[in-house]
Every structure is written in C-alpha cells, then in structure tokens.
C-alpha cells in the first residue's frame, strides 16, 4: 500500500512539475489563422436561407441548454461518426457550430458574436480544423477546401 501510494505520489510531482512527456512541437498541428470576411457582423446568416430538412433536425437536452434555436439548425456533414451543423442562438445572429453524435450525450458547441468567420476544430477530440465562412465557400485562397457550402478544412 505504502509502495502504491509512493509512486501515486512521485508521479503527480513528475506531472506538475513539467517534466512529464509532452508530443515534439512539428507534430502538434497549429491552428490555421481565420480567413477573413466582408460580411457584416449583424447580418443575417446565409445558411438559413436554405430550408430546413428532416436530417437538420435535433432536438436535445444540451442544445436547450445552451439556447440554440431548433428551427435555425442545418446538418454541414460527418466525420468520424460525428456531425456537425452549424445554427444560431434563440434571438440573434449569434453562429454556432455543434458537433454531436445522434444517439448519445456527446454534444459540444462553440460560437461567434454574430454572423463571422469562426473557427472550431473537426471533431470533438479536437483533431483537424474547420472554419465557418459567412460568405460561403464558393471562393476558397489556396490551401483551403469546400466541406460544405458554409465550411471550409486546411487541405
């Protein structure tokens, strides 16, 4: 017990004290800069212009939770199981972008104050990055790739 607690101990110490293994610098993927915009803040998302359909819609817990209005929410696609639609805030212009798996508690959520580029990562797990662009995906610089019509990956 006493060898069990001691090495408990010594590990935490290691932990806290910086020396515990940490990935080399090339191998942690650097967040992209956000791309930018000319679409005024306040504006009205262009997202919602398209009608909603059956696979937009969600309805949970944790998006009450966190205000989300369940008529604005629209599917942008899947990775690794997960989806993710991007919606807006009850009241507002507020975007959101939403990861959550169908079926299960695994929600998450992040926004903007108003209608701007916002970026998240890809996945939960925090894997890969995304970027959602007010103006739309049509005229991506280089580097950069369509996941839908509203969000943009880092080839």
């Not at 101990?9 to 515990?20: E, M, P, T």
């Not at 956000?34 to 212009?49: A, K, N, Q, Y």
Request: hydrophobic content about 40%; proline content about 7%.
């Amino acid at each position: 017990m006493r060898t069990l607690a001691s090495i408990l101990v010594l590990g935490s110490a290691i932990l806290l004290s910086g020396c515990a293994a940490t990935p080399p610098v090339d191998e942690v993927a650097a967040e992209p800069a956000l791309l930018e915009t000319t679409v005024p803040r306040d504006s009205v998302p262009g997202f919602l212009s398209e009608p909603q359909v059956e696979e937009d819609q969600v309805q949970n817990d944790f998006l009450d939770s966190v205000g989300i209005d369940p008529a604005s929410i629209r599917l942008q696609g899947e990775v690794e199981g997960e989806r993710i639609y991007l919606a807006v805030k009850a009241g507002g212009n507020s975007v959101q972008i939403i990861h959550g798996t169908p079926g299960t508690d695994a929600w998450g959520s992040g926004g903007s104050l108003g209608n701007g580029v916002l970026g998240s990562s890809l996945t939960m797990m925090g894997e890969g990055h995304l970027q959602y662009l007010p103006q739309g995906t049509g005229d991506l610089p280089e580097g950069w790739t369509a996941f839908s019509d509203w969000i943009a990956v880092p080839d």
